[in-house]
């Protein structure tokens, strides 16, 4: 009698472990949930990648406030005179999407490396938007 006692108490034994193994794989997948989660909001918060220019802003929030700005109107009108070069430091499919007739794609990812391709003697005017 006692092995069929001892059978008896192994099944629900299983039984109960069985029911149980929801509950741990919900658990389980709680805490990928949460891990995946704070992996993302990291990766958001996290700084430029190395080599890249530091990314700066002043009290108004304006980004690199140390690099000279030039206004709508001056640029159109060294647009429209030829009097700059116009350089897009988008992605590049941003700037095949749209960017102003005849600029130069050089996206920032690649200006460090790049811009002695510019011609020294001109201005040049650069934009992201």
Same mark, same amino acid.
């Given at each position: 009698?006692?092995?069929?006692? @001892?059978?008896?108490?192994? $099944?629900?034994?299983?039984?109960?472990?069985?029911?149980? /193994?929801?509950? *741990?794989?919900? !658990? !389980?997948?709680?805490?990928? /949930?949460?891990?995946?989660? &704070?992996?993302?909001? &990291?990766?958001?918060?996290?700084?430029?990648?190395?080599?890249?220019?530091? +990314?700066?802003?002043?009290?108004?929030?304006?980004?690199?406030?140390?690099?000279?700005? !030039?206004? /709508?109107?001056? $640029?159109?009108?060294?647009?429209?005179?030829?009097?700059? *070069?116009?350089?897009?430091?988008?992605?590049?499919? @941003?700037?095949?999407?749209?960017?102003?007739?005849?600029?130069?794609? /050089?996206?920032?990812?690649?200006?460090?490396? +790049?811009?002695? +391709?510019?011609?020294?003697?001109?201005? *040049?005017?650069?934009?992201?938007?």
């Amino acid at each position: 009698m006692s092995s069929k006692k @001892e059978k008896t108490r192994k $099944a629900k034994r299983r039984r109960r472990d069985r029911s149980q /193994l929801p509950a *741990i794989l919900a !658990v !389980v997948a709680g805490l990928l /949930l949460i891990g995946s989660a &704070l992996a993302l909001a &990291l990766n958001r918060q996290a700084p430029p990648a190395a080599g890249g220019p530091p +990314d700066s802003h002043n009290e108004e929030g304006i980004p690199y406030p140390e690099v000279p700005r !030039v206004s /709508l109107a001056e $640029a159109k009108a060294k647009f429209e005179s030829q009097g700059a *070069i116009f350089v897009d430091v988008r992605a590049q499919s @941003e700037y095949e999407r749209a960017h102003i007739p005849g600029a130069i794609s /050089l996206p920032l990812a690649n200006l460090e490396m +790049d811009y002695q +391709d510019l011609p020294r003697e001109a201005e *040049i005017i650069t934009y992201c938007t």
